[in-house]
DNA sequence: ACCCTCACCTGCACGC
DNA sequence: TGCGTGCAGGTGAGGG
């Protein structure tokens, strides 16, 4: 169930795995997890094409491939426009696409050998050319797949809205202060608007206030200049903890685990009830919309 | 631009 | 044992 540190977990362990590799079929279990594309133009354009890097925008992973060049006029239309545009040696190594994958709530991939048993609810399965499978399984069927042309990406709906990468120069106390500044949303809704702040979510946020010492439910605007400079510390502390500890090979089970730094890293979240470990008031715990917050009521007064 | 509710799904832990 | 309820780390749509 991923955040930010969770995703980018998952783009180091498939990267040494997959790239380099082609894939050479596919199987899409559950269409809707491509759409709006159709299975057989999904198939038709991944199908041959070679994994050449693996990265992460947000939340997002993105896999980018090479298509092979095309002989005649099984050439997918992107491929033809491309070809009609550029030289023709270019258009010759066929085209860049991006698979761009969001885990949402339960998405999980796995690096299976070939007669590995495939898991229930194994709903996209790509076979490489080393008798292995990636198999993307996601309980809730929340994830979503799509698959488009590399230049795409800077206009592709819901990346391109996404706020600066929250390790980059551009997530700046500056940048953190001004966003603060135009919303009168509570804290704890603007943090988890990934158009606003980037990779945070319900548990990241929760911990990222608890050690800022803000209440979830302040204002967004009324944030004093020390108090977001020290969120914004927060945030990435957060984030670069749990990015350097989280653990766990795809190859053999889901995804990742936590280390053993992780159990006293979670101080509120999912603690109701439970003494602060700073000042040993009842954690509390609230939900709207279906979420829980969780805070300490004395550390984080306001 | 915001807020709220609902929707998307399955499974698990809980209380009766 | 079962059954009903609430909850789960994410996001988008639709209405106000």
Redesign the pocket.
Known sequence: ???LP?VEHVVRALRPVVVGRTIVASDIELP?LIAPTSVASFKRQITGSKITGVSRR???ILIQCQTPMRRNGSASHAHRRNAAALPARRAKRGASLILAV?????GKFLYLSIDDELP??SHAIFYLDNERRLVFRD????GVMKLFPAAELPDT??IH?LAPEPFGDEFSVDYFRETLS?????LK??L?????VLG??????AEALFRARINPFATASSVTRPRAARLHTAIQDVLRFAVEHITGSIKLEEG?S?GEAFESFWQV??REGEPCVKCAAKIR?V??????TYWCPRCQRR
């Open positions: 169930m991923p955040e969770e809707k947000g939340k997002f969001h885990l949402r709530m339960t229930k609810h309980q809730r069927k929340f709906k819901g809205e135009r919303s009168r949303r509570t809704t603007l988890l608007d990934q158009n606003k945070l979510g319900n548990i990241y946020a990742f936590y979240y999912d715990r939900t709207h919309g279906g979420r829980s």
